[in-house]
């Protein structure tokens, strides 16, 4: 098997309570009881014991990952990981051992786990798992580690499809009954001035919610990294190419434009919307080797108060880039990015550049397990991914997709069974108005 470098799970990073009934009113009535769990001491509530850490997923973000929470803690110590690759494996635990928590990576050659199976070895060496696999085995590696009572960090998207989304969130039911932290890869929730500037469009300072805009226009990421010859079978050719394969990656919208998405999210108080339609497309990156994603969407979403969310996205090289978004309010504007409010009540951040969210969501998880305060995110990103996939499903079938049908959908990506073999699908392009939701 020759050697590649490791997949980033967030190939471009944005500049500095699980459901009874799948519909929209009880995904709401639940995420609004979700905070009235009991909170009950964890077994490391004493801050004394060492906890050991898991990484499953040894792309470029699970390493980035796991220094993090190793920073988050000093006693911890990474003793676990797992990939589908072996040589993922060593690059990160090279990287690792040249990091700044090197003494504390503690990974020998019998708990470095290889295969479609090897988080379950993984997940059994720890107190806490990092899951910052390919985005489609998010939801397995959330039910076993939920069932093996472990405490989770779990990178975005989620899930790839509404299946995934629904197993997500009935692990996320099992990790809440046994108390367990989950901590979610949204990082945008966890940057101190964006939920200040945040905090403040909640208690009125735009006033009422007019729209939300939400732009992540880029170059795109990295290109296919090897070619079908250097692999040996479909299976390896389209798992060491994961990003193209909405299957694996549920689509650029799903795996990197969730970002803005979930600023849309977060802004509505997680309410989710009425229905969506949109367009999308490929114009730019047409060849056959990036697989079967778009490389552009455009989505409206409209909410039952008459909000209206409009998102754009987009990977085309050499264009203009912005990566920007706006909530608008009667009374003023909040540029999230800058952050700060124009307005009847204006107000601005200027500390951004002290702040590091990315190792500030790994302090929080840390906290939350030694203080036996479970922090509980999977309902909101959950919510998020399911709002990223239903604009896809809008845009691959150009139909209108209202919550309750993409909540409800049936639509599995992946195949039936995981093997190295070249008996996987090859998925068409989807074209509007001949791919059919279901």
């Not at 906890?51 to 220094?67: D, F, N, P, Q, S």
């Not at 945040?198 to 992540?216: F, N, P, Q, R, S």
């Not at 394969?245 to 799903?254: K, N, P, Q, T």
């Not at 601005?348 to 840390?366: G, I, K, P, S, T």
Request: aromatic letters at 10%.
């Amino acid at each position: 098997m020759r050697k590649v470098a490791p997949a980033s799970l967030d190939p471009v990073a944005p500049p500095p309570a699980a459901i009874g009934v799948p519909n929209r009113r009880a995904f709401v009535k639940t995420a609004a009881g979700a905070s009235l769990l009991t909170m009950v001491p964890l077994v490391h509530a004493a801050g004394t014991d060492t906890l050991k850490v898991a990484l499953i997923g040894c792309g470029g973000r699970g390493t980035g990952a796991a220094e993090n929470a190793l920073s988050a803690d000093p006693n911890t110590k990474l003793v676990a990981m797992a990939d589908a690759f072996a040589d993922q494996i060593e690059s990160s635990l090279a990287a690792l051992q040249q990091s700044p928590v090197a003494s504390r990576v503690e990974v020998p050659s019998d708990r470095r786990f290889v295969g479609f199976d090897a988080y379950k070895a993984a997940t059994d060496e720890a107190d806490v798992v990092i899951l910052a696999s390919t985005p489609r085995f998010r939801p397995d590696h959330m039910a076993y580690a939920a069932e093996r009572g472990k405490h989770a960090f779990v990178e975005k998207p989620i899930a790839t499809d509404a299946p995934g989304v629904r197993k997500f969130l009935d692990a996320c039911k099992v990790a809440q009954s046994k108390n367990l932290s989950v901590v979610a890869g949204l990082c945008w929730r966890y940057y101190k001035p964006r939920v200040e500037g945040m905090a403040k469009v909640h208690d009125g300072a735009i006033g009422d919610l007019v729209a939300i805009e939400t732009t992540y226009n880029s170059g795109g990421v990295w290109e296919p990294r090897v070619t079908r010859d250097q692999c040996q079978s479909e299976m390896e050719y389209q798992m060491r190419n994961w990003y193209y394969y909405d299957w694996l990656s549920g689509d650029h919208i799903v795996e990197q434009a969730i970002h803005g998405i979930d600023t849309m999210a977060w802004a509505m108080k997680d309410v989710p919307p009425v229905r969506c339609f949109g367009v999308g497309g490929r114009q730019s990156r047409t060849d056959a080797k990036y697989g079967n994603i778009y490389d552009h969407f455009s989505i409206v979403y409209e909410y039952e108060n008459g909000v209206r969310g409009y998102h754009q996205c987009r990977h085309w090289r050499q264009t203009a880039n912005q990566v920007k978004d706006y909530v608008l309010g009667s009374q003023g504007v909040f540029d999230v990015f800058a952050p700060r409010i124009t307005g009847a009540q204006p107000w601005r951040n200027r500390d951004r550049a002290q702040h590091n969210m990315y190792q500030y969501e790994h302090e929080v998880l840390f906290t939350s397990i030694r203080e036996g305060r479970p922090k509980a995110d999977g309902d909101f990103v959950a919510k998020s991914t399911l709002l990223a996939i239903m604009g896809r499903m809008a845009a691959y079938t150009g139909q209108v997709i209202t919550w309750d049908m993409a909540m409800n959908s049936t639509e599995d990506l992946g195949p039936a069974t995981l093997a190295w073999t070249d008996e996987v699908p090859k998925r068409p392009v989807p074209i509007p108005g001949v791919t059919k939701f279901a």
